[in-house]
């Protein structure tokens, strides 16, 4: 059974960053993409950023464009997401999950393997 394990939450200001972490259990199942997803309180869980495995192609949702960056390490089975300019509207649980298809799609349909998720809360 694969699991994955997100770690690097907390409690920052506004304008600050956050690097979170995901750790998954054995060598990544097959050439699936990976992503990372929020889900703020009463909202859908929305799709933030998600990377291919062989050419790292980066599709961002436009509200983090320009001020996280995903990447993954395949040799330690971690995928990464950088956090930078921190604002009150990032607030959520954040969540990584593992596709069995290549492109990283921004419907959670497609994630067969979810992580238990880490807070990130952002301070005004």
């Known amino acids: 059974q694969v699991q994955l394990a997100e770690s690097g939450g907390g409690l920052v200001q506004a304008g600050g960053s956050l690097r979170l972490s995901c750790v998954v259990s054995?060598?990544?199942?097959?050439?699936?993409?990976m992503a990372w997803f929020r889900q703020a309180p009463g909202e859908e869980r929305e799709f933030v950023a998600g990377?291919?495995?062989?050419?790292?192609?980066?599709p961002y949702a436009n509200s983090v464009k320009g001020r996280f960056t995903i990447s993954r390490d395949n040799a330690k089975n971690t995928l990464f997401l950088q956090m930078n300019n921190l604002k009150p509207e990032d607030t959520a649980v954040y969540f990584c999950?593992?596709?069995?298809?290549?492109?990283?799609?921004?419907?959670?349909?497609?994630?067969?393997?979810w992580g238990q998720g880490t807070q990130v809360t952002v301070s005004s």
């Open positions: 990377i291919t495995r062989i050419d790292n192609h980066t």
């Open positions: 999950a593992h596709s069995r298809f290549t492109s990283p799609y921004i419907e959670t349909r497609f994630y067969d393997y």
């Open positions: 054995e060598q990544f199942p097959s050439n699936g993409a």
